[in-house]
Each structure stands twice: as C-alpha cells, then as structure tokens.
C-alpha cells in the first residue's frame, strides 16, 4: 500500500463512498446470515476503500479477500462481520462490551476499525512492521482512539495485559496456540480460524466454568498464522 491521508483518499474513492453503496454491502450481509444491528452498522460507517490499495479502491465494496501487500490479504466484509458478531453476540441477540479484546493480525486495520467502537479497549498485535506503519495511523484518523498497537508474533500474545475477554485471530492454524488460551479470561471467547491451506473453518471456543465450549461457525480461507516478526 502507498497510503495517502483519509480525507485525500475520500476524494479520491468518491463514487464508492455513497450512502447506497455501503448500505447494500451492510444489506447483503443481514442476508447472509449477520445479526447485530451495531456490527452491521459499523459495516455501513466504515470506509473500507481507505484501507486497500488506490488501484483496487473499484472493488472495495464487494464481499470480497483484496491483497494488502506483503503476502497479506484484508478479510471479506461477510467474515468481518461473522468474527465480530461471534466474538460479542449473545444466543438473544444482546451485545457483550468487553473490557480488553486482543486482536493477532492487524493487517492494514479493517476489522480493527469495525471492532473498536463495539468494545471498550483492543490491543492489537501485527507481524509486519509495514503493514502496522500504515494502519496506526490511519485508524487515529477514523477516531480509533483505543487501541493499543504492537509489532510482534502474535502466537505469543500480550502477556503483559493478559487476560482478555475476548481474542481475535485473523489468520489460520492447525491448533490454537496454547499461549493464547492461557491468555484468555474465565467466559471469556476465542474466534479462530483453524486448519491448513486446504481446509480451515472458523471455530469458536468460550471458556466456561466446566470446560470449554467449542462450535464451527463457517468454512473459511485465512492467511496461515506465522510465528516472528516480519
């Protein structure tokens, strides 16, 4: 990505950042199975086409993977909105606010920025030092006020401001890392894509008191989670 400022790409995306345009993404996801009136509505208020290379701007708006650079793609607004809604819906339909959510992979910060303003605090750990150069930024612009950012490997977590109420990981495993789930606070949830290149689904684990609770939420194609720094 060669990022220039918000407002000078809002100009530049015009056409796609309509009212229209944004409310008929947000709709056919409700279609597709997304429940939370607030997750849908930050689908509506976020201006995706900021977080993509200018040349691909055109295709901001589909439900589609779009590559990012450095090997790493921004996730499809469906799935977006499905690991939001898995990580903060309730079986009724209410919102959970959690205290501290911590995000493995920021990428150029998309679901960082739907995530935000549903929870009260994330922390959000990024691999490639160039993707999270151009991410921080860009998220204090959009009122992304916080999140706490840090390059490194994500398999390890943040111990430091362990536990989490809830955990984010944007990119695939054969297993769920063991540190992340030390990490993780009693009721607290773990949204996962879990598998390899050729299968991977999108798992959810809350931790109860009698054990964790495990459920599939949906066949998925991540990225593979990579231990260091990039």
């Given amino acids: 990505m060669n990022p220039s400022r918000p407002g000078q790409r809002r100009r530049s995306g015009i056409g796609l950042t309509s009212a229209r345009v944004r409310d008929r993404l947000a709709d056919s996801l409700r ?8 997750v849908l509505e930050q689908i509506r208020r976020t201006p995706r086409h900021l977080f993509i290379e200018e040349a691909l701007e055109r295709y901001a ?3 589609n993977a779009l590559p990012i650079g450095s090997g790493q793609t921004i996730s499809q607004p469906y799935v ?6 898995a990580l903060l ?12 959510v911590l995000e493995v992979g920021c990428g150029s910060g998309y679901q960082t920025a739907i995530l935000a303003p549903l929870v009260r605090s994330v922390y959000s750990i990024e691999r490639i030092g160039s993707l999270l150069a151009e991410a921080r930024p860009l998220l204090a612009e959009l009122g992304c006020n916080n999140v706490r ?3 490194g490997d994500g398999m390890l977590g943040w111990p430091g401001q362990a ?13 769920v890392p063991q540190a992340l789930l030390d990490q993780l606070a ?14 991977q689904e999108l798992v959810r684990i809350e931790r109860g008191e009698s054990g964790d609770v495990r459920e599939s939420l949906a066949q998925v194609a991540f990225v593979p989670l990579l231990p260091g720094q990039g």
Avoid at 31 to 38: F, L, P, Q, V, Y
Avoid at 89 to 100: L, S, V, Y
Avoid at 163 to 175: M, N, Q, T
Wanted: hydrophobic share 40%; charged share 30%.
């Fill in 149 to 151: 950012f840090r390059h």
């Fill in 61 to 63: 708006y589909n439900d």
């Fill in 80 to 85: 977006v909105a499905l690991m939001t809604q």
């Fill in 89 to 100: 819906m309730e079986e009724d339909g209410r919102m959970r606010r959690p205290a501290k």
């Fill in 163 to 175: 536990p989490f109420d809830g955990i984010l990981v944007a990119a695939a495993s054969a297993a």
């Fill in 186 to 199: 009693p009721g607290g949830r773990i949204v996962i894509p879990l598998g390899d290149h050729s299968r």
């Fill in 31 to 38: 279609d597709r199975g997304i429940r939370s009136a607030e």
